[in-house]
């Protein structure tokens, strides 16, 4: 009887004690309920994507809620929430409370800094808060929410703009991983900290910041630190002597894109034992010779020394011995002298080399065949020549991104590099090729070439229609040779091609109606400076992604499709200096992204469509950002026909440009490098607009003053009439404006005194009378800018009631003196340089935002 007792008493026992754990379990998940209601209650603000639709406060569990994942007891582990498209102010209090919650994903959100602090209690050990709008520096939540949690391993707040976390984060010995690279953090003493007291991290990243000032500290105390980025920083002073030596654990080291200076053979390698990543470039680091210690690095894998100002010639024997090296990287240095055989020793591992922006002589050492692993090699912009690509190139079976631009070799191109059947890749530009293009680089539709850059050669003959047999073809770039003949229909018919390049050779025949029948990829057409005839093809309105569209100085004729309004990407349209007749289709208003419209130099008659002004206000910046240019600028005055022009121009040599007919065809010219960008984000509008040399009549249209970032507004030559608009007192960025040879009457608009950044103004040649405005630039021109109108009075003409009006003043400064030639020239450069979309940028003077996007 007592027994049986016992057994009831037990099992009652078993039973109550399984009620109370039930009873707890459901607690504590109806405690995530509330603590997961609170958060989207007082952090969301807006769901856009309703992805928090099925949380509900009358849920008895959450654990089949969208972004919640549980533990086997019912309770929240992981809260993933990414690139949900949420808006607000984190609150993470209500999220830290669940005891149970070890990793929270809310990166790629639109949260801003609310309240960031964290209960003492909280269990996580992963938080990933990437790419959101935290903007507010991290003192007291910052540094409380890091000291709460004895468990913290994973911590990434990266691509936010995050100015500090009050000179210190008090991470506890639990943080493995710290990632706060892409914010705005300049307090250097929040590095210093991190290097002195980073305990058992193992990542620290602060790249891309703003943290400026030396490195007074070693990482000698991070004994399991093996990953260190503080690239793209404004670092500066000598990188600690034995930075890299007292890193006993390091791994990856990326110092990149600062401003350390010194010489880099006092680095010291120490044994260097564990070290497999280096990145250096971008500092001035300059020096004739390399460490010798760095032979110590023998599990190098990654060595970017690029940028740095290294001098001498290249040590093969220390880089040859490194066996494990696959990308290393000495490109844009002063080295001088023959590529060093030993070098070829690394062979059995490279995979990448790049040797480029140098003055390299010779060629690439026999050695070089057995880097059968080999598959990017860019040798461009160096002195080398001979037959090396015949000998040793074609050998490299697994090569893929072959690069020699800008150097001396010549002969044909040899036929031999198809051996290199992986190639996709292949630029030969601006050497001193000859002969004919081998019609056997496409020989199969297997081939895998996406690019043939064969620009600024001496080649000749015909563009093989064998070309149309490679079917991958992204990129065609044959331009500024001697090609004839026209472009074969196979090439039009390329189901992937995206860029078409051939100006300045003497094609003729005609551009085949149906282009982008067999796919909507052609992004940029540059046929500029040809023989073509016929019309431009009605179907290139299906041409939906188009970006850049040359086709100036040809033979053609017809009338401008209307089509091209189809093309809401079209950023540049040059059409000028051929036989266009008809008028000016008001549909290129629709072209959303149009900043540059080249329709000079035509028959086109008329009225000006005001239309061209609709894109005003909707243009976003980007389409064609980062294009390499030139721009010859025409400063002969109204004898010269247009503004200027734009040309494509990378990979191209500077000095080929005098063979080209419109730099002789002005008594001045000045010609320009750079790189295309945009003088706004958003809200843009033209700002490049030549319909000069043309029969067009009519007024010219008041919305035109709506343009506030058009720069240049050249309308000469024409049978304008009427007044000139007083809202072109609006045209605040404007630095030419030319209205010469018109019919234009009435007075120049008093509203044009406010103009600031005029370089070149002409309004000659018309029927204009009254006073010249004064207290602005307009006074500054000479007085053959407003020669041969009907009653214009004032500086720098006869004063206004003096009697004597003279409009005949060719006598008088027909001619700019040299003196005011280059002060007009260099103003014209100071303008653009700051705000002109195709701005003028020194070869060697590309910004670092440009290369971070290129690299990102």
């Not at 209601?37 to 969301?44: L, P």
């Not at 928090?52 to 089949?64: A, E, M, V």
């Amino acid at each position: 009887m007592k027994r049986l007792w016992r057994v009831q008493v037990l099992q009652h026992g078993i039973f109550t004690l399984f009620f109370l754990l039930l009873v707890l379990t459901w607690t504590q998940a109806n405690d995530d309920v509330l603590m997961l209601m609170a958060f989207k209650k007082f952090s969301v603000t807006s769901d856009p994507h309703a992805v928090l639709i099925n949380w509900t406060d009358t849920s008895c569990s959450p654990c089949s809620w969208h972004g919640v994942t549980c533990s086997l007891d019912g309770r929240v582990s992981t809260l993933d929430l990414s690139y949900a498209g949420l808006v607000g102010s984190l609150h993470l209090p209500n999220l830290t409370a669940m005891s149970a919650l070890h990793r929270l994903y809310l990166q790629g959100n639109s949260f801003s800094t609310g309240d960031l602090s964290a209960s003492s209690s909280y269990m996580l050990e992963t938080l990933d808060l990437s790419s959101n709008n935290f903007s507010d520096a991290l003192q007291g939540q910052g540094q409380s929410f890091f000291s709460s949690c004895n468990r913290l391993a994973y911590v990434n707040m990266s691509r936010n703009s995050i100015p500090g976390f009050g000179g210190r984060i008090p991470f506890g010995p639990s943080l493995l991983r710290l990632d706060l690279s892409r914010n705005k953090i300049s307090d250097s003493a929040l590095l210093t900290y991190s290097l002195s007291s980073c305990q058992n991290l193992n990542l620290l990243n602060f790249s891309d910041n703003k943290l400026s000032g030396e490195l007074s500290v070693t990482p000698i105390s991070c004994k399991n630190l093996s990953i260190l980025d503080l690239s793209y920083n404004l670092l500066s002073g000598k990188i600690p002597p034995s930075f890299v030596a007292d890193s006993l654990s390091l791994k990856h080291l990326d110092l990149s894109l600062n401003n350390f200076s010194g010489n880099f053979s006092s680095l010291k390698f120490g044994c260097c034992s564990s070290l497999t990543v280096l990145k250096l470039s971008q500092n001035s680091l300059s020096d004739t010779q390399l460490p010798m210690s760095l032979a110590s690095c023998k599990l190098l894998e990654v060595l970017d020394l690029s940028h740095m100002g290294l001098k001498n010639s290249i040590p093969g024997s220390l880089l040859g011995n490194l066996k494990n090296l696959r990308h290393l990287s000495l490109s844009h240095n002063q080295f001088t002298g023959e590529i060093p055989p030993e070098l070829g020793q690394a062979c059995t591992s490279l995979e990448e080399l790049d040797l480029s922006f140098n003055k390299l002589e010779g060629g690439l050492p026999a050695p070089f065949m057995s880097c059968s692993s080999l598959h990017r090699l860019n040798l461009g912009n160096n002195l080398l020549s001979g037959d090396f690509l015949n000998t040793v190139v074609s050998n490299l079976k697994n090569l893929r991104y072959f690069h020699v631009p800008l150097n001396n070799i010549t002969g044909s191109v040899p036929l031999s590099l198809t051996n290199c059947t992986q190639l996709q890749v292949l630029d030969l530009s601006s050497n001193g090729f000859i002969g004919t293009i081998p019609p056997g680089f496409c020989s199969s539709s297997t081939s895998a070439l996406q690019k043939i850059l064969l620009a600024n050669n001496y080649l000749s003959g015909t563009v093989p229609l064998e070309v149309g047999s490679c079917k991958n073809l992204r990129k065609i770039d044959l331009s500024f040779n001697n090609l004839i003949g026209s472009i074969p229909s196979e090439i039009w018919t390329l189901p992937y091609l995206s860029d078409l390049v051939m100006w300045a050779n003497n094609l003729n025949g005609e551009i085949p109606e149906g282009i982008c029948s067999n796919g909507r990829n052609l992004e940029t057409l540059i046929l500029n400076n040809n023989l073509i005839t016929g019309t431009i093809p009605q179907s290139i309105g299906n041409c939906t992604n188009m970006i850049w569209v040359s086709l100036s100085s040809n033979r053609l004729t017809g009338q401008i499709p209307v089509g091209f309004g189809n093309l809401r990407k079209l950023a540049i349209l040059q059409l000028g200096n051929n036989s266009l007749t008809g008028q000016i289709p008001p549909e290129l208003g629709n072209c959303q992204s149009l900043i540059w419209l080249e329709l000079n130099s035509n028959a086109l008659s008329g009225n000006l469509p005001p239309e061209l002004a609709n894109q005003t206000g909707a243009v976003v910046a980007g389409v064609v950002f980062g294009k390499q240019f030139a721009f010859i600028k025409n400063e002969g005055g109204t004898a010269c026909r247009g503004a200027g022009g734009l040309h494509e121009f990378a990979g191209k040599r500077a000095e080929r440009l005098d063979s080209l007919p419109m730099v002789h065809s002005c008594s001045s010219t000045r010609v320009y490098f750079g790189w295309t960008f945009y003088p706004f984000s958003s809200d843009g509008s033209m700002i490049y607009l030549d319909l000069s040399y043309n029969s067009l009549s009519g007024t010219i249209p008041e919305k035109f003053g709506e343009m506030r970032h058009l720069h240049v507004l050249n309308l000469g030559h024409n049978s304008l009439t009427g007044d000139i608009p007083d809202s072109f007192g609006g045209l605040k960025a404007i630095v030419i404006l030319d209205l010469s040879h018109n019919h234009l009457q009435g007075h120049l608009p008093s509203s044009l005194a406010t103009i600031s950044f005029l370089s070149d103004f002409d309004v000659s040649n018309n029927n204009l009378t009254g006073p010249i405005p004064s207290g602005g630039q307009l006074t500054t021109f000479t007085a053959s800018r407003y020669e041969n109108n009907s009653g214009l009075c004032g500086i720098p003409l006869p004063l206004c009631g003096s009697g004597s009006h003279s409009t005949d003043v060719h006598t008088r400064g027909r001619k700019q003196s040299v003196a005011t030639v280059m002060v007009v020239g260099i103003i014209f450069l100071s303008i653009l340089a700051i705000t002109l979309a195709v701005v003028i940028v020194r070869l060697e003077l590309q910004s670092r935002e440009l290369r971070r996007d290129a690299e990102s």
